[in-house]
């Protein structure tokens, strides 16, 4: 599976941003999604999931209310809305792909994901 995140850039507190993130190489319908991001000298950390079908979605504390994920499977990419920005949303956002198994819960943790794309920066102004 090969990832392509978008949309990323420099935009002042109180503004939003939509990322976008496109899958080829497997069924993207069979795929669970998430976005991650990496501030300098952090750890990688959960933003929010998406279930293979749309149905389920997950949201870390820090962003839940602000950002919103959503996937369009006929053209296999999802989003990322990001609504009332604030400095501490800088970083690095990666977009991950879970091949969704039975009976298995959506992952919200970066081990758990098979497949990474290669980042896109958001840096937000005070």
């Known amino acids: 599976v090969q990832l392509q995140a978008s949309g990323g850039g420099l935009v002042q507190a109180g503004g939003s941003l939509r990322l976008s993130c496109a899958a080829s190489?497997?069924?993207?319908?069979?795929?669970?999604m998430g976005w991650f991001r990496q501030a300098p000298g952090k750890e990688r950390e959960f933003v929010a999931a998406i279930s293979w079908s749309g149905g389920s979605t997950y949201y870390a504390i820090s962003v839940k209310g602000r950002f919103t994920i959503s996937r369009d499977n006929a053209k296999n990419t999802v989003y990322l809305q990001m609504n009332s920005l604030k400095p501490e949303d800088t970083a690095v956002y990666y977009c991950?792909?879970?091949?969704?198994?039975?009976?298995?819960?959506?992952?919200?943790?970066?081990?758990?994901?098979?497949?990474w794309g290669q980042g896109t920066q958001v840096t937000v102004s005070s």
């Open positions: 991950a792909a879970d091949a969704a198994k039975p009976l298995s819960k959506v992952p919200t943790t970066a081990r758990e994901y098979d497949y």
């Open positions: 190489g497997r069924t993207f319908s069979s795929l669970n």
